[in-house]
């Protein structure tokens, strides 16, 4: 039982990182860079906000709650899903990342104050 879970486990790890390896791509980086923790959310920051520093903010008490949910419905957004896309991100990466990158999500501008998912 216990290596069936762990198998799993690995699977779906090895689903989170193929699905951020694509979303990397879509945005025009490396690849491999979704497989480096602390760079790929330097990155991420770096290419939504502007400033990858910002990630700072993850190390505030209570705060990082916010910022956390914030950059994954940006990172939606940027891909023209919608807020709930963004919150899945968030709350279950090993199945909304693969969807999102290897689904049909084109990637737009990137900057949180441009992208606005299309109605409908």
């Given at each position: 039982?216990?290596?069936?879970?762990?198998?799993?486990?690995?699977?779906?790890?090895?689903?989170?990182?193929?699905?951020?390896?694509?979303?990397?791509?879509?945005m025009?980086?490396?690849?491999?860079?979704?497989?480096?923790?602390?760079?790929?959310?330097?990155?991420?920051?770096?290419?939504l906000?502007g400033?990858?520093?910002?990630?700072?903010?993850?190390?505030?008490?209570?705060?990082?709650?916010?910022?956390?949910?914030?950059?994954?419905?940006?990172?939606?957004?940027?891909?023209?899903?919608?807020?709930?896309?963004?919150?899945?991100?968030?709350?279950?990466?090993?199945?909304?990342?693969?969807?999102?990158?290897?689904?049909?999500?084109?990637?737009?501008?990137?900057?949180?104050?441009?992208?606005?998912?299309?109605?409908?």
């Amino acid at each position: 039982m216990a290596q069936t879970a762990a198998v799993l486990a690995i699977l779906l790890r090895f689903a989170w990182i193929a699905g951020q390896w694509r979303c990397f791509q879509k945005m025009g980086c490396h690849g491999w860079e979704a497989a480096v923790p602390i760079y790929r959310t330097y990155l991420l920051f770096h290419e939504l906000y502007g400033y990858g520093w910002q990630m700072l903010y993850l190390f505030l008490p209570l705060y990082n709650i916010y910022v956390y949910l914030k950059y994954h419905v940006h990172l939606a957004r940027s891909f023209n899903q919608r807020v709930l896309f963004g919150i899945g991100l968030a709350l279950l990466p090993f199945l909304f990342f693969p969807v999102l990158g290897f689904g049909g999500a084109v990637y737009l501008d990137g900057s949180a104050r441009q992208t606005v998912p299309s109605a409908g």
